[in-house]
C-alpha cells in the first residue's frame, strides 16, 4: 500500500471532513449539543499529565522558531476561533506554525497549530473555519483522551506524542511515517462537529467541499499520480465523488465566505508563505496550486512570480516559455519583486541571450542591491561574453 | 493498513538501534582523506563518518553528533541522478534530480528542496562565487528552521560541476555555538578540495 506523506501530515486532521460528511447524514449535525467548559484535570491523572506534557511543548512553541509572530494574524485566527466555539474560546490558544505543509494539530490542552502550508491555500475564512471547527471538533470531543487511554503499548504511546509535534527523533519519524491520526470513528465525530460549529457560527459550509477539491487537484498534479488509487487515505474511505456529493447535501447556503478578511489577515505573510512554497521543490504541486490561486487573484505579482519560478525550476516540456510568459506579464503587473527580473536573467543566461540577461541582472541589482546573491549574479555579468 | 503498521516497526527498530548506538560510527583521522575514491580534502582534525538509517545517501561526517552537526560529501552527482532518495512513504514525491546543465541558483534550490522536505523551512543567506575543486565554483551560506525540534541550523556549502557532475561538501550545525566553532575549519578544508587523477 502506497502512502502520501503530504496526504498524512496535511490530511490526517482536516481533510477526513469530506470522508465522514456521508455518514454526518445519518446524524443530524443540529443534534449535537456542546458540552460546558472543561475544567482542568486533575494533576495526578492521566489526563492530567497529558496536559502538563503539551503546557511544557506549548511554553517550547512560544519560545520557538517556527511560530509565526504576527499580532494581527494572531488576532484573527482567535476571533475566528471563537467565533466557532462561543463559551471555549477563552480555552482555545491558536498559533500560526511556519511548517509549508497542509496540517493543523490540536492538543488536548487547547493549544491548536495551524500550519503555513495550509494557510497559504485556504481561499477564505469559510475554509479555514473548515479546519479550525473540524480541530475544535476532537477538543470538544476529547478524542486526545480516548486516543491516549487506547495507546496500550509503549509505541503506541509515543506515536501519540509525536501527533503534536513534540519534539526528537523519535517524534520526527514517526511523524514522517504518517503513523498518528485520530481513529476514523473520531475524525468524522470531528468533522461532524466542525460543520455544526461553521454551521452556527454563519459560515458557508459549502466551503467545506471546496478545500477537499482543491488539495485533490494539487496531488493529482503530479504525472501518473492517482490519489484514488494510491493513498492511504483514498483507499480506506469512500469514493470521492461520494464525498462531494454528500458535503453537497450539507451545505447550508447564504453562510459568510470571508474572504477579504482572510486575504487582509494573511497579506503580511504572504512573501514567506509563497517563498516556502516554491522552496519545497514539489514543483507539479505547487503549479497546480498556482494556477488556482492566479485564476482567483489575476492581478498579483506575487503569485504569477512564483508559478513563473516553479515553472522555471521544474523545467519539463514547455515550462521555460511559460514561465517567460508568466514573468513578462508579472512585471507588467503592480509591484513586480525584484527576483522576477534574476529569473528573467537566469533563463536569458541559460539561452546565450547576452543583452537581455545583463538588462535583466541589472534591474535586478539595480532593486536589491543587497540581494543574498548579488555577489552570485555579478560574477555572472562579469562572465557573459560581449 | 498493514503496509503502516509495518513501517512502523521499521522506523522504530532503526531508530532503537541508531540511539543504542548501533549506527555504524567511523573516525576519520587528521590529514588528507579521499572521499568516495574521488574527493581529496585536507583535514585539521579527526571528524567521525556515520552510516546507516540516520546518515542519508552520500558520506556523512559530524564532530559533535549525528543530531547535531552534519557535513555531507556529494561526490559525483551525474546527470540525471537523484540527490537523495525519497523519504519513507513519499514516493509520490518529485525526485531532487541533478541536471548537468543546472545554474549555482538552480543547484542551491535543488540542496533547499531536499532540506526542507520535512517542513523545515530555508533562508539563503548568501550565494557567491568562489574557487573549488581548482576551478570555478559557488558558495551558499543559509539559515534552516529545523522542524523536528524547531532548532535554528546554519549551513554553509562550496558546490561546483566537473564534467556534468555535482560535487559539494556542504556543512550544518545549530546556529549557536556549533556552527560558528567550525565554519572557519569547513572553509579551509572546501579550500584544500580537489579531485583525484
Not at chain 1, 73 to 78: H, I, P
Not at chain 1, 97 to 112: D, I, S, Y
Not at chain 2, 60 to 69: I, L, N, R
Amino acid at each position: 500500500m502506497k502512502r502520501r506523506p503530504f496526504l498524512m501530515w496535511g490530511c490526517a486532521h482536516c481533510a477526513l471532513l469530506a470522508a465522514s460528511a456521508a455518514r454526518a447524514q445519518v446524524t443530524p449535525p443540529a443534534a449535537w449539543t456542546q458540552p460546558p467548559r472543561f475544567a482542568a484535570p486533575h494533576p495526578g491523572s492521566d489526563e492530567g499529565g497529558l496536559w502538563a506534557q503539551m503546557a511544557r511543548e506549548e511554553q517550547r512553541l512560544r519560545r520557538g522558531a517556527s511560530v509565526i509572530r504576527d499580532p494581527k494574524l494572531d488576532a484573527y485566527l482567535k476571533a475566528v476561533s471563537c467565533r466557532l466555539v462561543g463559551d471555549h474560546c477563552e480555552d482555545l490558544r491558536v498559533y500560526a506554525v511556519r511548517t509549508p505543509l497542509f496540517n493543523a494539530v490540536m492538543a488536548p490542552n487547547g493549544m491548536m497549530q495551524i500550519w503555513s502550508g495550509l494557510l497559504l491555500r485556504v481561499e477564505n475564512e469559510a475554509q479555514l473555519a473548515t479546519i479550525v471547527g473540524h480541530e475544535a471538533g476532537h477538543y470538544l470531543q476529547r478524542h486526545s483522551v480516548e486516543r491516549l487511554r487506547d495507546a496500550k503499548s509503549r509505541s503506541a504511546a509515543m506515536t501519540f506524542f509525536a501527533a503534536f509535534g513534540l519534539v526528537g527523533a523519535l517524534a520526527q519519524l514517526l511523524a514522517v511515517a504518517g503513523l498518528y491520526s485520530y481513529s476514523r470513528d473520531q475524525e468524522r465525530e470531528a468533522d461532524r462537529v466542525g460543520l455544526v460549529l461553521m454551521q452556527r457560527a454563519g459560515y458557508d459550509t459549502r466551503e467545506a467541499a471546496k478545500v477537499w477539491d482543491n488539495l485533490l487537484d494539487e496531488l493529482k498534479a503530479r504525472p501518473g499520480a492517482d490519489p484514488e488509487k494510491d493513498s492511504i487515505l483514498f483507499a480506506t474511505h469512500p469514493g470521492i465523488a461520494e464525498r462531494r456529493d454528500a458535503l453537497v447535501q450539507m451545505a447550508q447556503p447564504d453562510g459568510e465566505v470571508g474572504e477579504a478578511a482572510l486575504r487582509e489577515a494573511l497579506k503580511p505573510a504572504q512573501p514567506m508563505l509563497l517563498a516556502d512554497e516554491l522552496a519545497r521543490g514539489q514543483y507539479d504541486q505547487t503549479i497546480a496550486l498556482l494556477d488556482r490561486l492566479v485564476a482567483r487573484e489575476p492581478q498579483r505579482a506575487d503569485l504569477r512570480y512564483t508559478r513563473g519560478e516553479a515553472r522555471r525550476l521544474r523545467a519539463d516540456g514547455n515550462d521555460v516559455m511559460l514561465a517567460v510568459d508568466d514573468f513578462k506579464q508579472t512585471i507588467a503587473l503592480a509591484e513586480p519583486p525584484p527576483a522576477v527580473y534574476r529569473s528573467l536573467g537566469l533563463v536569458y543566461r541559460d539561452q546565450r541571450q547576452r543583452d537581455a540577461a545583463v538588462q535583466s541582472f541589472s534591474r535586478y541589482l539595480e532593486l536589491a542591491p543587497d540581494a543574498a546573491d548579488a555577489g552570485m549574479i555579478k560574477s555572472y555579468l562579469e562572465e557573459l561574453p560581449s | 493498513m498493514k503496509a503502516t503498521i509495518h513501517l512502523s516497526r521499521v522506523l522504530l527498530l532503526a531508530l532503537v538501534l541508531a540511539l543504542a548506538g548501533c549506527a555504524t560510527i567511523s573516525k576519520v583521522e587528521r590529514g588528507q582523506q579521499v572521499v568516495k575514491d574521488r574527493l581529496v580534502v585536507q583535514l585539521d582534525g579527526p571528524w567521525n563518518q556515520f552510516d546507516g538509517t540516520l546518515a542519508g545517501t552520500w558520506p556523512t561526517w559530524t564532530v559533535e553528533g549525528q543530531t547535531v552537526d552534519r557535513l555531507v560529501f556529494v561526490v559525483g552527482l551525474k546527470d540525471g541522478g537523484e540527490l537523495a532518495p525519497p523519504l519513507p512513504g513519499a514516493k509520490d514525491q518529485r525526485p531532487l534530480t541533478f541536471r548537468a546543465n543546472m545554474q549555482p541558483h538552480e543547484i542551491v534550490a535543488l540542496y533547499q528542496a531536499f532540506l526542507t522536505r520535512d517542513g523545515s523551512t530555508f533562508t539563503l543567506d548568501k550565494l557567491e562565487p568562489v574557487r573549488f575543486l581548482e576551478g570555478s565554483g559557488f558558495r551558499f551560506r543559509f539559515s534552516v528552521v529545523r522542524r523536528f525540534d524547531d532548532v535554528r541550523i546554519s549551513g554553509m556549502g562550496y558546490a561546483a560541476v566537473r564534467g556534468g557532475e555535482l560535487f559539494a561538501i556542504v556543512y550544518s550545525a545549530p546556529r549557536l555555538g556549533f556552527f560558528p566553532r567550525y565554519e572557519a575549519q569547513i572553509d579551509k578544508m572546501a579550500q584544500s578540495a580537489r579531485l583525484r587523477g
